[in-house]
């Protein structure tokens, strides 16, 4: 098992042991510390978007949670249905599903860069991760978005979503005030948290993204 770590500390230690790489699995054996982003908002608030730049400027890998449960439900997996009544409900999945989705992707994927997005929506799912991960991640942006602004996109994202219409809206704000602002609170707290103004053209949000990276390039190419 990864061994439980600290913020900015690696999955493994510094020590590249192979007794180590043989017993564990996927990122444990890779030679590299992973750089963990939380990205953090409310439905619509632009993660994703704003993910998708990320990934183009500095090379990370995207993993969009939302989209790993959805890919559950496309692929009729054993926990599909229930991911689908959860969403249609804008309920949060059961964590254990969640990280294990999420820890599957970052043990398959050859980068150490990555980009969580749109988890931990919960307390309990932060917990989780780092109980399970073993890690805490590097930096968490946050997405702030009036709520009017953030109706107004997820009802024109146009994307087929079973979550994407008035009545589910309103509960997943409600969601992401009670369960979602605590991890935002948590980060806050501890330093790690970067908050974003998520109003106005998506380019000129991104040149508040950027200089984030920018500032942690040693960070990310020490790891
Ligand atoms: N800055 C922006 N201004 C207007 N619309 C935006 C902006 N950023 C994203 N969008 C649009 O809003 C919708 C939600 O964006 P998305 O990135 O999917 O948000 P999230 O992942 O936070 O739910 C999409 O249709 C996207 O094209
Ligand atoms: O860690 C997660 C991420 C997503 N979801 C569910 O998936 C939905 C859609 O999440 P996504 O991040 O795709 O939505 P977005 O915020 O991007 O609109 C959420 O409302 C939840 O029901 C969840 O339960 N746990
Ligand atoms: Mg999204």
Redesign the pocket.
């Known amino acids: 098992m990864w061994r439980r770590v600290a913020s900015f500390s690696p999955f493994i230690s510094s020590t590249k042991s192979s007794t180590l790489s043989q017993v564990n699995h996927g990122i444990s054996s890779k030679d590299s510390t992973p750089f963990i982003t939380f990205v953090l908002?409310?439905?619509?608030?632009g993660?994703?978007t704003q993910c998708a730049k990320i990934v183009d400027t500095f090379g990370f890998k995207h993993l969009?949670?939302?989209?790993l449960?959805?890919r559950e439900i496309a692929c009729n997996s054993e926990s599909g249905s229930t991911i689908l009544d959860?969403?249609k409900e804008?309920?949060?999945?059961p964590s254990e599903v969640?990280v294990r989705l999420i820890r599957r992707e970052m043990e398959l994927s050859n980068n150490h860069k990555f980009l969580i997005?749109?988890?931990?929506?919960s307390e309990e799912?932060r917990i989780a991760f780092e109980r399970i991960i073993g890690a805490e991640p590097n930096i968490v942006l946050f997405f702030d978005c009036p709520e009017e602004e953030m109706v107004k996109r997820?009802l024109n994202r146009n994307q087929g979503r079973v979550?994407d219409n008035i009545d589910t809206i309103k509960k997943?704000l409600k969601?992401f005030e009670a369960l979602n602002l605590p991890v935002v609170n948590h980060y806050a707290k501890k330093g790690k948290l970067h908050k974003i103004c998520a109003v106005g053209a998506e380019d000129e949000i991104f040149e508040q993204v950027r200089p984030v990276f920018a500032g942690c390039e040693q960070v990310i190419s020490e790891s």
């Open positions: 908002g409310g439905p619509g608030s993660k994703g969009s949670a939302g989209d449960l959805r959860t969403i804008g309920q949060i999945v969640t997005d749109g988890f931990p929506r799912n997820v979550d997943r969601v």
